[in-house]
């Protein structure tokens, strides 16, 4: 299980951007896909997290009510739609995936992607 992070980039403070993260290797049936983020000199941190159906959501306090993640199966993949970005949300995202339910613990994850840069001037 492969998965792909893209959609980084340089957006000014009230911006947007969308964040994919695409599977290969299987489908996300069944799996659940979580954000996490890493700012530089801090430790990652959760961002928020689905199951595949998207019947089960969690988002940090930070981001609650700016981000969206949903999923298309179709597609194979999971967005974290970015709407009102501040310069606080500069990091690097990662996507990660589990079977099952969603987690807000990173530990809980079996496969990560190789991560985007996010960076929100002000």
């Known amino acids: 299980v492969q998965l792909q992070a893209s959609g980084g980039g340089l957006v000014q403070a009230g911006g947007s951007l969308r964040l994919s993260c695409a599977a290969s290797?299987?489908?996300?049936?069944?799996?659940?896909v979580g954000w996490f983020r890493q700012a530089p000199g801090k430790e990652r941190e959760f961002v928020a997290a689905t199951n595949w159906s998207g019947s089960s959501t969690y988002y940090a306090d930070s981001v609650k009510g700016r981000f969206t993640i949903s999923g298309d199966n179709a597609k194979n993949t999971v967005y974290l739609q970015m709407n009102t970005l501040k310069p606080e949300d500069t990091a690097v995202y990662y996507c990660?995936?589990?079977?099952?339910?969603?987690?807000?613990?990173?530990?809980?994850?079996?496969?990560w992607g190789q991560g985007t840069q996010v960076t929100v001037s002000s």
């Open positions: 290797g299987r489908t996300f049936s069944r799996y659940a």
């Open positions: 990660a995936s589990r079977y099952n339910n969603p987690s807000r613990w990173e530990y809980e994850y079996d496969y």
